[in-house]
């Protein structure tokens, strides 16, 4: 059994996601859990994983939007890379360069 532990949140590009949009990005260590004799398990680091997730929140109490999340087992892409993913499939971005067209 793997758990995921969360080792830190932060918002990324606050300034620059468009009202209502939001996109956070998760840090998980992951460890794997063995069952070894009687009540005992052995632990085994499996490594990190960031996750990003896309949010939207239209303004009513408690009515967050989950949109999307990316996951990257190999450490979390450049900033450019990761705008280009989102912009791909959502119109989220202030910034018309990095704006998808609207579907």
């Known amino acids: 059994m793997i758990i995921h532990e969360l080792i830190g949140i932060e918002h990324l590009f606050t300034e ?3 009202k209502g949009y939001y996109i956070i990005r998760e ?3 992951n460890v794997l859990v063995e069952p070894k004799d009687g009540d005992t398990v052995r632990q085994v680091d499996a490594g990190t ?6 949010v939207f929140d239209p303004g009513d ?3 967050l939007i989950l949109l999307d999340t990316y996951t990257f087992a190999d450490g979390i ?3 450019d890379e990761l705008k280009e993913t989102i912009a791909a499939e959502y119109d989220v ?3 018309d360069r990095w704006a998808a067209a609207s579907l």
């Open 61 to 63: 109490e408690y009515s």
């Open 27 to 29: 840090t998980y260590q």
């Open 93 to 95: 971005f202030v910034n």
């Open 49 to 54: 994983e960031e996750v990003v997730t896309i």
């Open 77 to 79: 892409p450049s900033l």
């Open 16 to 18: 620059q996601v468009q």
